[in-house]
């Protein structure tokens, strides 16, 4: 019998679905803790995207986890680095064989665990410089270090696509691990709880749901879907991460247009009848590191219509549709030809689920993920 693994995690807000990073952490922790691990998750103090009721759920134990809320600055860009600052101080005195950080952001402390004769492994979730929210001011500098950092200091460094592999091996000349997510077959429900709150029936709506932040390409769908000929609507479903004013440039867009309709952050049966009951689902990214959401719509059997991005169309190959990257005009068409085309959107919908619950498989990326712990 190999020896009981004690695992620290961080890099996540706490173990919930703001975001793909969090959904990647319960995943992993939860199956680790039932294959025996002793793991520990350091969370950020504060506040949840979706609003107050949901910061403390699940604080202390969560399924066999141990969780520990670190100090967090509660200002804009200070959160993720004082958190992350802090989580990592813990994870190099306490008494772990392994520190697994998530994103790059938090990689900027790999040193630290490493430091103190941690084993540490990095996953990252993307190349999270580029995102739009940290252009301006440090925030852009300090996750490109974390990034440098990783390639530097970690043990071994996970990421979820092959582009990222790619960039890693030219960048940094640094060997990477791709282990993509995996994805649950969930219950498909029936359309009840939406159909009491916002009047949606089963394949009346296109559906967006994940962060309301600009690089998922929302702005080009609102635009779009205003010159579709069609009665169904545009559901667009999540919460804003640090970019309220974002979510005011989205209502401001769809202003006027009434089918057009914005539910706010959802998740538990909501979230699955929402998945359950869309026409189709779109994801017009023009930045992903692994579409969580994407793999979740599949599962629930969904047409998808997706970005020509590479972390996109690895994740589809010839199981979706696909446009243009940023191209208004061709999203447009595109999203028409389904409206006017059930057929081809029902032919989709029939291969989806067993494709993509096939191809990613939870189960399989924590052995992947443990071997390297053990490497």
Same mark, same amino acid.
């Given at each position: 019998?190999?020896?009981?693994?004690?695992?620290?995690?961080?890099?996540?807000k706490r173990l919930s679905r703001e975001g793909g990073v969090e959904i990647v952490?319960?995943?992993?922790?939860?199956r680790m803790a039932q294959n025996g691990c002793d793991v520990t998750c350091y969370n950020r103090a504060g506040h949840h995207v979706s609003g107050a009721e949901y910061d403390d759920a699940g604080k202390t134990e969560y399924e066999g986890i141990r969780q520990k809320s670190v100090p967090t600055i509660e200002r804009r860009g200070l959160a993720a680095v004082s958190s992350s600052f802090f989580a990592a101080l813990y994870s190099a005195f306490g008494k772990y064989d392994v520190v697994h950080i998530h994103a790059e952001g938090?990689?900027?402390?790999?040193?630290?665990?490493?430091?103190?004769?941690?084993?540490?492994?990095?996953?990252?979730?993307?190349?999270?410089?580029?995102?739009?929210?940290?252009?301006?001011?440090?925030?852009?500098?300090?996750?490109?270090?974390?990034?440098?950092n990783a390639a530097k200091y970690a043990d071994e460094v996970i990421v979820l696509s092959k582009g990222v592999q790619d960039y890693f091996k030219?960048?940094?000349?640094?060997?990477?691990?791709?282990?993509?997510?995996?994805?649950?077959?969930?219950?498909?429900?029936?359309a009840k709880l939406i159909k009491e709150h916002f009047r949606l029936e089963k394949d009346s709506y296109i559906l967006f749901l994940g962060r309301l932040v600009p690089e998922k390409g929302i702005r080009y769908l609102v635009g779009a879907f205003k010159n579709v000929k069609t009665d169904k609507k545009l559901v667009i479903a999540g919460g804003s991460s640090d970019t309220d004013s974002f979510m005011e440039e989205l209502k =401001? &867009?769809?202003?006027?247009?009434?089918?057009?309709?914005?539910?706010?952050?959802?998740? /538990?049966?909501? !979230?699955? =009848? &929402?998945?359950?009951?869309?026409?189709?689902?779109?994801?017009?990214?023009?930045?992903? /590191?692994?579409? !969580?959401?994407?793999l979740e719509a599949m599962s629930y059997g969904n047409c998808c219509l997706v970005s020509d991005i590479p972390e996109c169309t690895e994740v589809v190959e010839d199981k979706a549709l696909i446009f243009k990257k940023s191209d208004v005009k061709d999203l447009q068409e595109k999203l028409q030809d389904a409206c006017d085309h059930p057929e081809m959107v029902m032919k989709m919908k029939k291969q989806a689920a067993d494709f993509i619950c096939k191809k990613y498989n939870w189960d399989e990326v924590v052995q992947e993920t443990m071997k390297l712990y053990r490497k």
């Open positions: 019998m190999s020896k009981k693994l004690a695992i620290a995690m961080f890099g996540q952490v319960k995943e992993l922790c939860t938090p990689a900027f402390f790999t040193w630290l665990p490493k430091m103190f004769g941690k084993r540490v492994v990095v996953t990252v979730h993307g190349i999270d410089w580029q995102r739009e929210k940290w252009q301006s001011g440090l925030g852009s500098k300090f996750i490109h270090q974390g990034e440098k030219e960048t940094y000349g640094r060997e990477t691990h791709f282990i993509p997510n995996g994805v649950n077959r969930p219950q498909i429900r029936e =401001e &867009l769809a202003k006027g247009d009434d089918l057009i309709l914005f539910t706010g952050f959802v998740q /538990g049966a909501m !979230l699955d =009848e &929402l998945y359950s009951n869309a026409y189709t689902y779109t994801l017009p990214s023009d930045l992903e /590191g692994m579409p !969580l959401s994407l």
